[in-house]
Structures are given as structure tokens and as C-alpha cells.
């Protein structure tokens, strides 16, 4: 399970570290892709977790199905860490996301997202204490 924020620079390469704490649950080779969510963030998905994405993209109807999979694949990309625990975020993502320096890692259960730290300021401002309460309130303990 993912989950803690974190403040990272992207190098002049495009490179990011990934907190040690989150790495061990990726393998070698992973996947970063467009958020699907209505958010203009980069996911990072374990492998095993992508496969469960594909799988419930296949459960739509074919006409959104073929949509959402274009737009996802169309922006996915298999990555790895190097040495220092980095991976490179491919150009077209960075400008997705608007990432160009300060950026914001955020574990969301079974994925990352890496936000433009501004753009997560700017959109983590509107959740507060009572507006998550309300949302929590449907729930039933």
C-alpha cells in the first residue's frame, strides 16, 4: 500500500527520485502513464496493478473502452529506477502535468502520483477538514 506526500525536484534530465519507502513494492520495470481520474497528475503504476487497470478498462463498453485506451496508452510508458532510485519522466508526460522543476509525490493506495507542485497546492486547497468530513459521513463504521 502507497501512501505519505513528498516534495521532489525533476532535474534538468527529467529524472525524479522516488522515496526509498515507496520503491520496494515496484519491480524492475513498471509503468507511468496520464491520470485517467480527471486530474492533471502522472500515475505510477506497479505492474500487477496495471494489469488490473487493463483488465477493468476491458469491462467497458467497447465504444469507451477504445477511448480511454487510447488516450491511456497513448501517453503510457515502462520505466525502471536507476541507480540513485530515479526514473526519467518521458518529455510529453512532464508537459502533461506541467512538471517542470518542483514536483509532488503522493501514494494513493495502489499507485503514485506525481503532481506539478503548484497545481497540487492549488487543488489539494479545496479539500478541507469539513469537506472531507461530508464525504466521509456516507460511510458507514
Not at 48 to 76: C, D, H, M
Not at 96 to 101: K, P, Q
Not at 109 to 128: G, H, M, P, R
Request: proline letters at 4%; glycine letters at 8%.
Amino acid at each position: 500500500m502507497f501512501y505519505g506526500g513528498y516534495d521532489h525536484s525533476i532535474d534538468k534530465k527529467g529524472r525524479i527520485a522516488i522515496p526509498a519507502k515507496l520503491r520496494d513494492d515496484f519491480g524492475e520495470t513498471f509503468m507511468i502513464a496520464k491520470g485517467i481520474f480527471g486530474k492533471n497528475c502522472l500515475c505510477v503504476y506497479p505492474n500487477e496493478q496495471w494489469n488490473i487497470l487493463v483488465e477493468k478498462l476491458g469491462e467497458l463498453p467497447s465504444s469507451k473502452s477504445s477511448v480511454v485506451k487510447r488516450y491511456l496508452y497513448e501517453g503510457a510508458f515502462e520505466v525502471e529506477f536507476d541507480s540513485q532510485g530515479r526514473i526519467l519522466i518521458p518529455q510529453s508526460l512532464r508537459e502533461f502535468a506541467g512538471l517542470e522543476t518542483d514536483a509532488h509525490i503522493l501514494g494513493v493506495d495502489t499507485y503514485l502520483e506525481i503532481w506539478d507542485k503548484t497545481t497540487w497546492e492549488k487543488a489539494n486547497s479545496e479539500y478541507t477538514p469539513e469537506a472531507i468530513a461530508s464525504i466521509v459521513e456516507e460511510l458507514e463504521f
